[in-house]
C-alpha cells in the first residue's frame, strides 16, 4: 500500500513526532534495553577501572613521590579499557538507533512492525553500512580540520600571531562547512534502515532530501535538539541524585572540610572510587531517554522531506491514474 | 474525539460560539503534544534566557561598578561572591519570568487554543473562602516539605557554605529591599508560574485526562525548578496547587498558595523567627512533632477544600 505523507508544517512535525513517540515508546523501549543494558554493565566497569586506575597512581604518589614504572603500564592498561567501552557503547548506541528507526519508518507507513522483527532486520548487513556510513562520515568531517589544526600548530610553534589567527578563522570556516554537511547527511541513516540504500548511496539520497530544503532542516533538528536535550536533562537531575548519591555526598563532606580549613587531598580520591557503576546508571537512563526520541525526529523529518520531494501519491492523483 | 483521544470540555464559556479557534485546535492536532511543547518549549526559552541576561546584567554591574579584591577564607569569599551576583540575578529573574513566560504562554494560548485568553487559563474570581483554605492548607503542608527536604540536605551532608548563597539571594537587609523581594519572589512567581504551569500546562492537559493532570504538573512542576533535593518538596506543593486550580476552576486560589510559600520563606529570612524556640533558619532539622501536628491539619483543610468546591461537579 502507498502511503500518503503531505508536507508538514512545524506544528504538523511536533504532533506527528509526539504521537509517534506514544505508539512505538514501548517497543522502542524494548529495543534500547535489549541493546544498551550489556553495554552500559560493560561502559561501568570500564569506568570503575579507570578511576580506580587514577586514585591509585595518585594515591601512590602521595606516599612515594615517584611513581613506580607499573603503575604507567597499569594506567595505560586502564585507559584502553575504558576508551573500549565507549566504543562498545556507542556502536550499541548505533546498532538501536537503527532498530528504533525501521520502528518509526514502519509506523510512518503504516505497518506495525514487532520489536523483535526490528531487531531481526536491524542485524543485517545494513547496520555493517550504517557503521561504514558513520565511521566515513566522521572522518570526512574530522579531515575538514586538519589544514586549520596544522596552521593553529605551526603558528603557535612559530609564535606567530598572524599564522594562528588564520588557523582559527580556518577553523571556523570549516566548522560551518562541517554543520552544512552534517544537516545534508543527516537522513543517511535512515536511508539505509529503511531503504537499504549502500554507504556511498546513503549519502547522496540524504543529500538530495535536504537539497532545497536546509535552512529549514537545520532550524528544526537544532530546536528540537534543544528541547529534547532540555527534556532530558531535567528528568536525569533527580536520577543523578539517587544514582550518584555516594560520589555527591563525598564530594559535599570535600566541600565542607575546605570551608572549615582541614581539607585532605586523599578524600577527592575517595570520589573517583564511588564514581564508575553511578555514572554507567546515569548514562544508560540518559541514552535510552534519548533513543525514544531521536531517532524520531530524524524518521518523521525524513519523511517530510520525502513529501515535499512528492515521493508520496495523493489519493486523489493515484484515483485519476487509475 | 479530537485525534484518538477524548476531549473534555465542560468549563469554557467565552462571549464568542466558537471557543477553540487558535491554529493548534483548528487543525485538530494532540492536545497532549500542545501542552508538551509549550512546557519544553517555554521552558528552554525562560531558563536559557535567563542566564544570558543575568551575565549580560552581570557584565554591566561590574564595567560600572568594578567589584573589589576579595580576599579571606573559602566562605569570606563564597559571601563576597553571593553579595556580588545576587543584585544582577534578582533582575534577571523578573524579567525572564514576565518576557519569557508570561508573554510567550499569553501569545501560546492566543496562537494556539483560544484568543479569550483569561478565560482558558481561568484568572477569574473564585470564593474568598476558597482563597483562605488555600492560603491555610499551604501554610500546613509547608512543615512537612521541609522537613522532607531538610532531611534529604542532612543524609547528603550539604555544605551550610552552599545556604549561605541561597540566604543572601532571599535575604533583606532593609523594608525597603523586603518590599522588593516581596515582588521579585512571591508575587511575580505567584502570577507567572501559575499561568505557565497551571493556566497553559494542567488546562491543556485537563481536556484530556482529567484530573491526572494536577499529579502530572505536580511533578513536572518540580522536576522544573532543578533542584534535585527539593524535588518532592516542590512536587507536593505543585500538586496542592494544582488540586486548587483543579477543584476551583480558578487560578487565583493557587496563585495565593504560591504567593504564601514563597512570601513566607522571605519573611522568615527577614525576621529571623523563632518558633516554639526553633530558629527557622539555623535549625538543622524541624521537630517532627511539628509534621505530626501540621500535616492532619492540612489534610483537612484539604478535605474541607474539596467539599467545598463540589459544587463545581467535577
Known sequence: ?322 | MQNNQQVIENDFQPESSSKYEGSWERKGRSLNTAAVVGLLGIGVLYFNAQVMLFMIIFLFTIAINPAPEVSGTFVERISAMAKLYTPPLRISLIISQYLFMLLPTWWLVKRWHSHYVRDYVRLKYSSVIEIVLAILATLAIIPTGAYIGNELVRRLKFPDIFFKFYQELFSAHSLHEFLWLVFIVAITPAICEEIFFRGYVQRTFERTVRAKSVLLVGVIFGLFHMQPLSLITLSLLGIIFGFFYYRSQSLLPAMAAHFTNNFLVIFLYYKEIEIAGVNLLTAEQLPISWVLITLPIGIFILYLYYRLTKKNNL
Open chain 1, 1 to 322: 500500500m502507498q502511503t500518503t505523507i503531505v508536507p508538514m508544517s512545524l506544528g504538523d512535525i511536533f504532533d506527528r513526532l509526539f504521537k509517534l513517540i506514544g505508539k512505538t515508546a514501548l517497543r522502542n523501549l524494548m529495543i534500547a534495553m535489549i541493546i544498551l543494558l550489556p553495554a552500559s554493565i560493560i561502559f561501568a566497569y570500564g569506568m570503575n577501572e579507570f578511576f580506580s586506575m587514577i586514585s591509585q597512581i595518585i594515591r601512590v604518589k602521595e606516599l612515594n613521590e615517584v611513581v613506580p614504572d607499573e603503575y604507567f603500564f597499569s594506567l595505560s592498561k586502564g585507559l584502553t579499557v575504558y576508551f573500549t567501552t565507549i566504543v562498545i557503547f556507542m556502536l550499541a548506541y548505533l546498532t538501536a538507533t537503527v532498530g528504533i528507526t525501521i520502528v518509526g519508518c514502519a509506523e510512518m507507513s503504516d505497518q506495525q512492525i514487532s520489536w523483535s522483527k526490528a531487531l531481526g532486520r536491524t542485524f543485517s548487513i545494513r547496520l555493517l553500512r550504517i557503521y561504514g556510513q558513520r565511521i566515513l562520515e566522521y572522518l570526512a568531517l574530522a579531515c575538514l580540520f586538519i589544514i586549520p589544526v596544522i596552521f593553529i600548530g605551526i603558528g603557535a610553534g612559530a609564535e606567530s600571531l598572524g599564522v594562528t589567527f588564520f588557523g582559527i578563522l580556518m577553523c571556523l570556516v570549516t566548522g560551518i562547512l562541517a554543520v552544512y554537511l552534517w544537516v545534508r547527511w543527516a537522513f543517511a541513516l535512515p536511508a539505509i534502515a529503511w531503504e537499504d540504500a549502500g554507504v556511498i548511496q546513503s549519502f547522496g539520497r540524504s543529500s538530495f532530501l535536504v537539497n532545497r530544503f536546509w535552512w529549514r532542516t537545520f532550524g528544526i533538528l537544532l530546536l528540537l535538539n534543544i528541547i529534547v536535550q532540555f527534556a532530558i536533562s531535567i528528568i536525569t537531575a533527580p536520577i543523578q541524585l539517587v544514582a550518584l548519591w555516594g560520589f555527591i555526598s563525598k564530594y559535599f563532606t570535600m566541600i565542607g572540610s575546605i570551608a572549615d580549613g582541614a581539607s585532605d587531598s586523599l578524600e577527592l580520591l575517595e570520589l573517583f572510587d564511588s564514581l564508575g557503576t553511578g555514572l554507567g546508571i546515569v548514562t544508560f537512563v540518559s541514552y535510552v531517554l534519548l533513543l525514544l526520541v531521536l531517532p524520531l525526529i530524524s524518521v518523521v523529518m525524513y519523511f517530510d522531506l520525502r513529501a515535499r520531494k512528492n515521493e508520496f501519491v495523493e489519493p486523489a492523483e493515484l484515483a485519476e491514474a487509475e
